[in-house]
């Protein structure tokens, strides 16, 4: 699949490690950054997603959110895909059948104006988002309470990460991507409601807080087909309460 990033925004929350390692599948772990775990809502529309093999006409222009743990699988580090949220039901249905993302259908509101993207996402199941991005005011420099020092270092951290991983009883899969350079800046987001990582069912109130806003644009991305590979035996398995 390929498509380009026209707007993207990665806002992202330092959590409880402990909250993390639970929600995580079979030999992956939480990615730690100054004792804390992290996980990036990614904010993007999307231009012309579509296979690889099809030309541009055919692509679907839509909105998605996905919910990505930084996680390590072995001694390669990744992203674990916790939920994603599209406005394209048949993007909605197509996610679900190839992918590991975890899809729901949601309906979304934005429009940029006046230096500001407005980004508004109801779910139907504790995961709305309220959004006011100050595209405007871009900077190089970290917010003060961030657990980062520099953006170069945030950014090897939480942005330079090229595979998707999760797991079952019998397998450990595995999609990687292809993508051009993110050449980020640091925005302010002015509403800042995330439900879903503030007394979810998976987040407690209290076990994220939010530690930067990344905004990148006209970014090209291209995912490979799934790999699988057999995960270690192990005949205690038990399937992680949820």
């Keep these: 699949m390929k498509t380009v990033f026209r707007n993207c925004f990665l806002v992202n929350f330092a959590v409880d490690p402990e909250i993390m390692r639970r929600l995580l599948p079979l030999e992956i772990s939480p990615d730690l950054h100054a004792d804390k775990a992290f996980l990036s809502v990614v904010i993007a529309d999307m231009e012309k997603m579509r296979p690889a093999f099809l030309p541009r006409a055919f692509g679907i222009t ?6 990505r743990a930084i996680v390590r ?16 039901r048949w993007m909605s249905i197509a996610g679900n059948l190839l992918t590991f993302f975890h899809f729901n259908l949601s309906h979304v509101k934005q429009k940029q104006e006046d230096g500001r993207y407005y980004f508004d996402l109801e779910s139907g199941d504790h995961a709305d988002i309220q959004a006011t991005f100050d595209v405007a005011h871009q900077s190089q420099d970290m917010p003060s309470a961030s ?11 939480l942005v330079e990460l090229y595979a998707a991983f999760t797991s079952d009883a019998r397998h450990i899969s595995t ?6 350079a993110w050449k980020i800046t640091i925005v302010e987001d002015l509403r800042g409601v995330y439900e879903f990582m ?10 994220a807080q939010l530690d930067s806003v990344f905004y990148v644009s006209n970014v ?11 995960r270690t035996p192990d005949t ?6 949820r």
Excluded: M
């Excluded at 839509?62 to 919910?67: A, K």
């Design 62 to 67: 839509y909105n998605q959110v996905v919910y």
């Design 73 to 88: 699988c072995g001694t390669e580090r990744g992203v674990h895909f916790l939920r994603s949220d599209a406005d394209n």
């Design 147 to 157: 657990r980062f020092r520099s953006i170069a270092e945030a950014q090897s951290f």
């Design 175 to 180: 999609v990687r991507i292809k993508r051009g």
């Design 198 to 207: 503030d007394g979810s069912a998976l987040f407690p109130s209290g076990s």
């Design 220 to 230: 090209s991305y291209y995912w490979f087909r799934l790999e699988k590979r057999p």
């Design 236 to 241: 205690s398995f038990q399937p992680k309460p």
